[in-house]
């Protein structure tokens, strides 16, 4: 069984759509292994987007994800990683398919309602960062 990261992101709470996440979640057969609500600071910002922290957006990106708490969850299942992909659609919401998170509920390449991990050493990593090993179920 694999596990991905999923975290929502601050435009997730002002759309309201955290709950509708989590349940087309749940409706793919995806199990929630681990979950809490974490308010993000520079430094754990600036791990997790290390590949983009050195450009001159990312102090706008680092407001964005620290203007208010966001919720990081584990989730468990074959393939998990590809299908929460499928589901959750392109990172950029504009060009994301209806039927997907990013083209029903996103705006664009930042407001797009959440993150997912891209591969198995991306969500190890991540879960790691965001998760002590006892907080996760399974």
Known sequence: ????LIL?????????????TISRFEQAGFEIVACKMIQLD????????AHIANLPFFPEIERFMSSRPVIA????????????R????????????????RGDWG???SLNIVHASDSPEAA???IKRFFKDEEVFA
């Open 73 to 84: 969850m584990v989730l468990k299942g074959d393939g998990v990683i590809a299908r929460v």
């Open 8 to 20: 929502y992101k601050p435009d997730a709470f002002a759309v309201r759509k955290v709950g509708a």
């Open 42 to 49: 520079s430094r754990i910002l600036h791990e997790h987007y």
């Open 107 to 109: 705006t664009n390449k």
């Open 124 to 126: 190890a990593v991540e």
């Open 86 to 101: 499928n589901l959750v659609g392109p990172t950029n919401s504009a060009t994301a398919p209806a039927g997907t998170i």
């Open 1 to 4: 069984m694999e596990r991905t």
